[in-house]
């Protein structure tokens, strides 16, 4: 199982101190929360896609290409690329480029955003959203997996004799995790491909990241990929972390109320009670974090949300720290317990090139 860290890139005032960082400093401590995370022992550093503001990350393929520059085991993932909205010729280009820098540690998440007017920006109608996922993924997926296309559509110019490059390092495709909140249609374009899904339930109660991840368990199997437990499932969380409960409540409090997805609405303690947020000790965030395998089964990627809401950089390290040295290690080796033989582990390059050379074999 992974185990990793996504950052959604917002520049928010500290509401403790009212200093505001700026874009340039960021960015930076966005770097050095991912070199953080690998120095911790962590699996997985993601970041979003944005075009607006308060958020920097509006070129996730820059700031990985210079991260994998830096890094050496870290798998390199965004959390999301924006399929609707992002050329599919682009898209491959870029990621297959990563690819090669990176020595294939790079996978993508695929999703709509969350920004409506990021469509008018660029040429697409909202309302068109689910259509354009469907329809720009699937040319993707051929633009990765076939030397040349011949292909027609209905929201791009059509593609004649057309090779991406560079080619997927080693033949071998990124793998692509579905990321989606509350779309079915997205969950079954997971499923229809064998590819991923991500669940990022951290503004969502069980029951519907439970209805949501068995609906896409069963149209996996329907599709002929194995059986519904032997899906690729990843999750989302959100923690913070001190040694007392209450120092935790107390410090992060102030954050909570002045984020700028969920401030001014819900109370901390509501929040924490009806999604995955823990505010608390590592054996707090260890248990509720462990209470996902009872609604989402068996899965393989758990990332964290941890950089959020104008929480300073010397606060998200000491965070990393908590995690990588007494949270994850219990995990992985929890997660490990019962665990069925047959439920595969996460996809890596290295696996999907081993399982492609058995194939070609």
Known sequence: MQFGIFTVGDVTPDPTTGRTPTERERIKA????????EEVGLDVFATGEHHNPPFVPSSPTTMLGYIAARTEKLILSTSTTLITTNDPVKIAEDYAMLQHLADGRVDLMMGRGNTGPVYPW?????RQGINLAIENYALLHRLWREDVVDWEG?????????????RPLDDVPPFVWHGSIRS???AEQAAFYGDGFFHNNIFWPADHTKQMVELYRARYAHYG?????QAIVGLGGQVFMRKNSQDAVREFRPYFDNAPVYGHGPS??????????????????????LSFREYAGDYQRQLFLMDHAGLPLKTVLEQLDM??????PVLRKEFAKGRPADVPE??????????????VA
């Open 225 to 229: 990929h194995g059986t519904p437990e």
């Open 184 to 186: 079915p249609e997205i």
């Open 346 to 359: 996460a996809p890596t390059h290295a696996s999907l090139k081993a399982a492609r050379e058995v194939t």
């Open 268 to 289: 901390l303690e509501d929040f924490t009670e009806q999604t995955p947020l823990t505010v608390g000790s590592p054996q707090q965030v260890i248990e509720k974090t």
């Open 323 to 328: 995690l990588g040295e007494e949270v994850v």
């Open 154 to 166: 209905k929201f791009r110019t059509p593609l004649q004799g057309f090779t991406s490059t560079p």
């Open 122 to 126: 660029f040429g697409q109608d909202i």
């Open 30 to 37: 966005m770097v050095a929360i991912a070199l953080k995370a």
